[in-house]
């Protein structure tokens, strides 16, 4: 990325301050911009599609509930790659330090009163900048993380397709050995009901033996050669599902040791949550851990993602809008694509029932909101088995 084409925004409250902010970083980073207006401070967000977005309100919690509200009402915020640099005053360090902790925002700059450290800001900015080099130039690695981890979805397709075709096969081969069986009795039984009753007088049979010859030869040069062309028609299927596996051994070999070697390098994780902030905390928080994470709200969104993908873990919230985690949780348990997945379940509701039935349910373990980051990752990489 060339920083000098960087596209920087600054939103706060206060038009004067706004205006300093962006003058001490016009020199170095000429796409800056700045709004103060609350009503159209998401349409220049979704406009500028910030590299960098500089919160300059004079209350963090004015940050918190602003960036809060945009992650729920932009769309453009979902897809966007950007760093957030947070402006606070000296009784608020403590508090902004705090949050870049939580991984909430990126970086905090101690801007009121600006005394000590006036290149603070531009040097804050160039390391956001320098951290989204560094993220980009690893998205191709998560990428291809991705598609390894969906070559072992397909595999297990493909064998549950091979032994489907082992069935059909087969129940091709049994049909046209029973419809050979079947055609036998029937040409068997009319030739003797001719000579026994001459089809009720419909026929007058003089030669019986030359009737029983005649139906014999219709059985064996007619009938039984074309059932049996039938019965052989359907072994090349067989043949064919019987060699497939070994035709794409080596194929497959290629793709399992590639999905190793994704799990082992940036390991899958599934944030299932119906709170965007808390999809973003832990997607932030996990990514910056050197996990791939993929965030969905719904249970429904949950399975869709599973049917092709399978991650190394999950992490479950207790409450979500079309089911429960622990519902979700018994579910998935009992599937073979995801019985071996480990699940944590994250929730704020620390009632011993709750902990008991997540547990039957099949989570591995339980992570009370609001979570300790330390504690979150720690039993992140113990369930993974790092």
């Not at 081969?173 to 009901?193: D, F, I, K, Y």
């Not at 997540?358 to 990752?377: C, E, H, I, T």
């Amino acid at each position: 990325m060339n920083h000098k084409e960087a596209r920087i925004l600054v939103v706060g409250d206060n038009a004067v301050d706004a205006e300093q902010v962006c003058s001490m970083l016009r020199d170095r980073y000429p796409h800056v911009e700045a709004t103060t207006d609350a009503m159209k401070s998401d349409a220049v967000f979704d406009r500028v599609k910030p590299q960098v977005l500089v919160l300059a309100f004079k209350s963090v919690e004015a940050c918190e509930r602003f960036y809060l509200g945009l992650y729920r009402r932009s769309e453009v915020i979902q897809s966007l790659l950007h760093r957030t640099l947070l402006l606070c005053d000296k009784e608020n360090v403590r508090r902004a330090f705090d949050l870049c902790l939580q991984e909430v925002f990126d970086d905090y700059v101690l801007f009121w009163p600006l005394v000590h450290d006036a290149k603070r800001l531009a040097m804050s900015v160039h390391l956001a900048l320098g951290a989204l080099d560094q993220e980009l130039a690893l998205a191709p690695l998560s990428e291809l993380a991705t598609l390894a981890r969906r070559a072992e979805t397909l595999e297990e397709q493909l064998a549950q397709q091979v032994r489907l075709g082992r069935v059909h096969a087969q129940n091709a081969q049994n049909t046209a050995r029973q419809a050979q069986a079947s055609v036998s009795r029937a040409m068997g039984g009319l030739s003797e009901r001719i000579l026994a009753t001459g089809l009720d007088d419909a026929l007058t049979v003089r030669d019986a033996t030359r009737v029983e010859q005649a139906f014999g030869k219709l059985q064996r040069e007619a009938l039984i050669p074309t059932l049996e062309e039938v019965v052989q028609a359907a072994q090349p299927m067989r043949d064919w599902v019987d060699t497939i596996t070994a035709e794409l051994a080596q194929p497959l070999q290629a793709a399992r040791d590639l999905m190793q070697h994704a799990k082992v390098s940036r390991p899958l994780l599934l944030v299932v949550d119906d709170d965007e902030f808390m999809r973003r905390l832990l997607t932030q928080l996990l990514t910056a851990a050197r996990y791939d994470v993929h965030a969905v709200g719904t249970a429904n969104d949950a399975q869709q993602f599973l049917m092709f993908n399978r991650p190394g873990l999950i992490l479950m919230d207790l409450k979500l809008p079309d089911s429960d985690g622990i519902a979700l949780t018994r579910e998935l348990k009992g599937t073979a694509l995801a019985q071996d997945i480990p699940v944590i379940m994250l929730t704020g509701q620390t009632e011993k029932q709750v902990i008991v039935d997540s547990r039957k349910a099949g989570a591995v373990d339980f992570v009370a909101k609001p979570f300790n980051r330390d504690l979150l990752l720690k039993k992140v990489a113990q369930h993974l088995g790092h």
